[in-house]
């Protein structure tokens, strides 16, 4: 797959196994790594041997880390380490280390060579194309970003299989996404495939792909998020607000997947939808988002709607949101904070997450 960028065309590649992978890698004289360090020391066979040390930089993918203020020292490491304008860095890891790996590629020299292996669902079914980096400051997540693609990604579905079950339903949560912005025969669909997935994370490999060829149209139409890329954040307003609320205890696909529950009953407030279409959705959804329902119920509604209004796509008067008139059919609307929003999160969170 290649996807066509403002600044450069990419490639999108697949391999069998990580060390294929890594070996697939550009410029190996003049490239630098940047390495999620779990990830190390969960493949290190697959990387004995592929990582120069005295051009490797090793990284703990927190959202702590991904911060404005944490993200000095990795440039300064890179420096030291020799890191030109004409060399390459290979970013290794799911979207943490990707989101600081793009940011760090896009400002240093005023922008230098990069490839990215991601290994995360997360990462391979999403955010993997597109262009987009997000750092968080202080306790405003992803204030800070740049748009600037890889030069090619890597694929590896058989990372998938270190991964803890949490961070397959994170990715999954994103694929859901997708398959409800195409239709409702493409989401009963993959609601099939999903019943069997337990225990195959291997077997969504196909859904990796579909969500990547779903993604593409929408970001090389516009890439720059100024149109219908929008339509891309169902969910995403309601999801983020949920994880800063719960200090980023809910995984990030899972607070997606309970945000779209959400955008979907505002839509009801919203004369949008009807209750059966969010009864529909609610019964699909709901196991992929348990038990974190427990984990929102007890947040303090103040500190949700705190987090929204912090949003940077929002307006002063108003929250941006991606609502819905059923499959395939989102808009974005600006809703009323104090007379929509606030009172809708209340009923949700205290009726419907059971």
């Not at 099939?192 to 195959?200: I, N, T, V, Y």
Request: charged fraction near 25%.
């Amino acid at each position: 797959m290649i996807i066509q960028s403002k600044s450069h065309p990419y490639s999108v590649e697949s391999f069998d196994d990580l060390a294929s992978a890594l070996d697939a890698s550009s410029l190996p004289e003049r490239s630098h790594w940047l390495v999620d360090q779990v990830l190390l020391q969960h493949h290190a066979a697959a990387f004995r041997g592929r990582l120069p040390e005295l051009r490797t930089v090793l990284i703990e993918a927190t959202e702590e880390r991904k911060s404005y203020e944490a993200i000095g020292p990795v440039f300064l490491d890179l420096l030291g380490k020799g890191l030109k304008r004409d060399g390459n860095l290979v970013v290794v890891g799911g979207g943490v280390v990707q989101d600081i790996g793009c940011f760090i590629a896009t400002v240093l020299a005023r922008g230098i060579g990069w490839e990215l292996v991601p290994t995360t669902l997360l990462a391979q079914a999403d955010s993997c194309i597109g262009s987009k980096s997000s750092i968080n400051i202080g306790s405003f997540k992803n204030q800070i970003g740049t748009f600037y693609p890889p030069h090619r990604v890597l694929l590896c579905p058989a990372t998938l299989r270190s991964l803890p079950w949490d961070e397959i339903r994170s990715g999954v949560g994103e694929i859901i996404k997708f398959q409800l912005l195409t239709g409702e025969s493409e989401f009963r669909e993959l609601m099939r495939d999903l019943a069997s997935l337990s225990g195959q994370p291997q077997a969504i490999a196909k859904w990796i792909h579909r969500s990547l060829e779903i993604k593409k149209g929408y970001i090389e139409e516009d890439e720059f998020d100024r149109g219908r890329r929008n339509l891309l954040n169902y969910g995403h307003t309601f999801g983020h607000a949920y994880e800063s609320a719960t200090h980023y205890g809910i995984p990030h696909g899972i607070a997606v997947v309970l945000g779209m529950l959400t955008a979907t009953y505002v839509s009801i407030q919203m004369s949008m939808t009807d209750h059966a279409h969010f009864d529909d959705v609610r019964t699909q959804l709901l196991p992929w988002c348990e038990p974190y329902g427990d984990l929102l119920a007890k947040v303090d509604l103040d500190e949700v709607v705190l987090a929204m209004r912090r949003d940077k796509k929002n307006t002063v008067d108003g929250v941006n949101c991606i609502l819905t008139r059923g499959f395939g059919k989102m808009e974005k609307r600006r809703v009323d904070i104090d007379r929509v929003v606030a009172p809708s999160l209340q009923a949700f969170i205290k009726r419907e997450l059971h």
